[in-house]
């Protein structure tokens, strides 16, 4: 396991000179490392010692995981400061977890309470996951996002709450982060160019002394045009497909 955490970092961190900066320089594997015996204490039914090891991996890493949390081979997380990682959070294996991250409750309730994340799932700087709620493999959550339902695999979720931005995003670099699709960017963009058009008819019409009828082509235009910008706006305000 420790050797598939390292391999892992080394081939994503393009920051990562040689195995011994790793092992002794990188918080997120000090973290994982004291989360797996701390992990394996609390299977045990062991009291105290495994929470007095996620207190010590968190005064001196940052990095806050509680012992009850499953965590999947191959996980990276990058700089790690401000990471929480719930009692019934589950990890899937070659997950990339950036800084600030909360993999968190909503509530005081019992039982499951926290997110599940697939396989080669990526959380952005800042990103909030919180409830029960279930996140697909090879999903790209951008930073500062709070994803508060299930998300189904392939596909990228910004903003807040999460929306859906992409699906399908199969070959998408994981590190990628300016590629992700500004979702309420376009939807502004859409109200905008409705409003210019709406004042652009009205100015013509105030300047002409008789109702003038549009044309054919003029109206197909216009339809089409408020068809599209109306279809961004809806799938905003649906979710964009979360």
Request: charged share 20%.
């Amino acid at each position: 396991m420790l050797l598939t955490d390292l391999r892992t970092i080394y081939e994503r961190d393009p920051a990562a000179r040689n195995w011994l900066e790793i092992l002794f320089c990188y918080p997120g594997l000090q973290a994982l490392v004291l989360h797996r015996l701390s992990h394996w204490l609390y299977k045990k039914g062991m009291p105290f010692i495994p929470r007095f090891i996620s207190h010590l991996s968190r005064f001196f890493t940052g990095i806050e995981i509680h012992p009850g949390a499953v965590i999947g081979k191959g996980v990276f997380i990058d700089h790690g400061m401000g990471v929480v990682i719930g009692e019934t959070a589950i990890v899937g294996d070659y997950a990339l977890i950036y800084q600030g991250v909360t993999l968190g409750g909503t509530g005081k309730e019992s039982g499951k309470r926290h997110p599940t994340l697939g396989n080669y799932v990526v959380v952005g700087a800042g990103a909030k996951v919180l409830g029960n709620i279930n996140i697909g493999d090879r999903v790209r959550i951008g930073a500062g996002s709070v994803v508060l339902r299930d998300v189904p695999s392939n596909t990228t979720v910004v903003g807040i709450p999460g929306r859906i931005t992409r699906q399908n995003n199969l070959n998408v670099d994981a590190l990628a982060h300016n590629k992700i699709r500004d979702v309420e960017a376009e939807v502004i963009r859409a109200l905008f160019e409705r409003v210019k058009n709406l004042e652009k008819q009205l100015a013509e019409l105030q300047t002409q002394p008789t109702l003038a009828l549009p044309t054919e082509i003029d109206s197909e235009i216009l339809e089409n045009s408020q068809k599209n910008s109306d279809s961004v706006i809806e799938d905003f305000l649906d979710g964009a497909g979360i």
